[in-house]
């Protein structure tokens, strides 16, 4: 593990890092009818959301596979959303074609706004020094507060075991507030230590975990769904699986008993015959080994259960467990 590799991720479990996450999809949603729209969109409950308060949620396609994985936030005159990157247009488009005569207006603010991600337990404190202002949000909950004269939203999203930050910075506010959180302590951060950071928390990312071939049950994100809301688009299939079926396959987490971190789409045997595949693997700081994600024939999804990881350059034991692999203590 290179050194600044665990200086970063030591930043994010015991003080805090900094990570641009600016990449990711921007959206503002305007019109009255912008809540009641999404509601037969998106899995989750949308409508009901208050200022301040957000969900992570799926966009399906008739038969339920995951289209995207995004987050829902509410202010008062408009809702933001925070998209897999280079996801934007695909999913507006899509959007788009369901609009009829609903007053809904989407646009993208993809170049308006950065988003710099604070993760650590001393994330919160940072902020709460540099707004002035208490931050006792829940998940996915948000405010705007003002730093160094510019607006902020700042969202409560944990990326990894430990708690965590996603703030909306307008684009020409950037490097000052970038500058200001490091000045405050926080450490530069690499997307590879953010990659080891959230497969231990077995979070599951779009398109490396989850993709159009995906039915949203074999991802095991129930956080993203509501049962009680009333209808939208997969809803059936979602449906039909929770209360009477099953699926054949289920995302899980597998820890590697060899040293070698396997690529990502090795296949995972039993007795020979294929019964899954990775979708993303690291070496994991916390635990000192590989580990992986990847989906599980459901036969074969009992935590303890021995199966083969195989890709190019050889094979290698791994272990079925539940996630997430770490939490934070």
Same mark, same amino acid.
């Given at each position: 593990?290179?050194?600044?590799?665990?200086?970063?991720? =030591?930043?994010?479990?015991?003080?805090?890092?900094?990570?641009?996450?600016?990449?990711?999809?921007?959206?503002?949603?305007?019109?009255?009818?912008?809540?009641?729209?999404?509601?037969?969109?998106?899995?989750?409950?949308?409508?009901?959301?208050?200022?301040?308060?957000?969900?992570?949620?799926?966009?399906?396609?008739?038969?339920?596979?995951?289209?995207?994985?995004?987050?829902?936030?509410?202010?008062?005159? =408009?809702?933001?959303?925070?998209?897999?990157?280079?996801?934007?247009?695909?999913?507006?488009?899509?959007?788009?074609?369901?609009?009829?005569?609903?007053?809904?207006?989407?646009?993208?603010?993809?170049?308006?706004?950065?988003?710099?991600?604070?993760?650590?337990?001393?994330? &919160?404190?940072?902020?709460? &020094?540099?707004?002035?202002?208490?931050?006792?949000?829940?998940?996915?909950?948000?405010?705007?507060?003002?730093?160094?004269?510019?607006?902020?939203?700042?969202?409560?999203?944990?990326?990894?075991?430990?708690?965590?930050?996603?703030?909306?910075?307008?684009?020409?506010?950037?490097?000052?507030?970038?500058?200001?959180?490091?000045?405050?302590?926080?450490?530069?951060?690499?997307?590879?230590?953010?990659?080891?950071?959230?497969?231990?928390?077995?979070?599951?990312?779009?398109?490396?975990?989850?993709?159009?071939?995906?039915?949203?049950?074999?991802?095991?994100?129930?956080?993203?769904?509501?049962?009680?809301?009333?209808?939208?688009?997969?809803?059936?299939?979602?449906?039909?699986?929770?209360?009477?079926?099953?699926?054949? =396959?289920?995302?899980?987490?597998?820890?590697?008993?060899?040293?070698?971190?396997?690529?990502?789409?090795?296949?995972?045997?039993?007795?020979?015959?294929?019964?899954? &595949?990775?979708?993303?693997?690291?070496?994991?700081?916390?635990?000192?080994?590989?580990?992986?994600?990847?989906?599980?024939?459901?036969?074969?999804?009992?935590?303890?259960?021995?199966?083969?990881?195989?890709?190019?350059?050889?094979?290698?034991?791994?272990?079925?467990?539940?996630?997430?692999?770490?939490?934070?203590?």
């Amino acid at each position: 593990m290179p050194a600044d590799i665990a200086h970063q991720y =030591r930043a994010a479990r015991e003080a805090v890092a900094l990570f641009d996450r600016s990449a990711l999809g921007k959206v503002t949603v305007t019109g009255r009818d912008r809540l009641s729209f999404l509601q037969g969109m998106l899995t989750n409950d949308v409508k009901n959301l208050a200022p301040g308060q957000g969900v992570p949620a799926a966009f399906l396609d008739a038969h339920g596979k995951v289209m995207a994985l995004l987050a829902v936030y509410a202010a008062a005159d =408009r809702l933001l959303l925070e998209l897999p990157p280079s996801l934007t247009e695909k999913t507006l488009q899509t959007l788009d074609r369901y609009l009829i005569s609903e007053k809904a207006y989407f646009e993208p603010v993809d170049e308006a706004f950065a988003i710099v991600s604070l993760q650590g337990p001393g994330a &919160r404190p940072l902020l709460e &020094r540099l707004a002035g202002v208490a931050l006792d949000l829940p998940p996915y909950g948000h405010a705007e507060v003002s730093m160094g004269g510019a607006p902020i939203r700042v969202i409560n999203r944990a990326e990894g075991p430990a708690p965590g930050f996603h703030c909306w910075v307008p684009a020409e506010h950037t490097a000052s507030l970038r500058s200001a959180f490091e000045s405050a302590g926080a450490v530069v951060a690499e997307p590879e230590t953010l990659d080891v950071l959230r497969v231990e928390a077995g979070q599951p990312w779009y398109p490396q975990d989850v993709d159009d071939s995906v039915i949203l049950p074999e991802t095991r994100l129930e956080s993203l769904v509501s049962y009680t809301k009333g209808c939208y688009i997969g809803q059936e299939t979602v449906a039909r699986v929770k209360y009477r079926g099953h699926v054949n =396959r289920a995302l899980t987490g597998l820890v590697v008993e060899g040293e070698r971190v396997p690529d990502a789409g090795a296949r995972l045997t039993a007795e020979g015959k294929e019964v899954g &595949r990775v979708t993303s693997a690291v070496r994991s700081i916390a635990l000192g080994r590989p580990i992986a994600l990847g989906y599980v024939r459901r036969e074969h999804l009992e935590p303890g259960r021995v199966l083969a990881v195989v890709d190019g350059a050889g094979e290698q034991p791994a272990r079925v467990v539940v996630l997430p692999f770490v939490t934070q203590a």
